[in-house]
């Protein structure tokens, strides 16, 4: 008997307090990693964060006490970095010092530019830049 395929961690991170802006493009994007792996983090795409893992009820310290775990044993962080967020910043930083695989996202249609600290840095890159979220997971498909 074959043992069943251990499915990749993945830990997908997106704005929350930076602002909810993209928030349907992080759903979109979570249910197509949801084909790939485990989502980790699967709270950043819900409407109401209080409605899957009582987001809202836990203490800041809780958040980041399991963030941290999730970050560390993860396999992959898949980030999407259009609307900039001080949390998945800080997420990038560790994951660089820890030398943990990153994938970013990065949409091309609003004008902005993405930060140099994350363009200019050998760490990451691998980089997806995408108008539709289509394209993008197609891109995913082929790095995932
Ligand atoms: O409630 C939360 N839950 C949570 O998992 N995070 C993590 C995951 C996200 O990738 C990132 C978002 O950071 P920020 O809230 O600064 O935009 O931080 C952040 C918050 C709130 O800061």
């Not at 970095?81 to 091309?108: C, H, M, N, Q, W």
Request: proline content about 1%.
């Amino acid at each position: 008997m074959s043992t069943p395929e251990k499915k990749a961690r993945i830990y997908f991170a997106g704005s929350i307090r930076g602002g909810r802006e993209d928030l349907e493009i992080y759903k979109e994007l979570i249910t197509y990693l949801q084909t790939k792996g485990t989502v980790l983090t699967e709270h950043i795409g819900l409407d109401d964060l209080d409605d899957l893992n009582k987001e809202k009820k836990r203490t800041d310290v809780d958040i980041w006490e399991r963030d941290m775990e999730w970050l560390y044993s993860c396999d992959v962080i898949v980030a999407e970095v259009t609307r900039p967020s001080l949390g998945v910043g800080y997420e990038l930083g560790i994951a660089e010092k820890i030398r943990k695989r990153v994938i970013l996202l990065f949409r091309d249609d609003t004008g902005k530019q993405c930060s140099a600290m994350l363009t200019g840095n050998a760490h990451f890159k691998e980089r997806i830049t995408y108008t539709k979220v289509a394209t993008a997971c197609e891109q995913l498909d082929a790095l995932l």
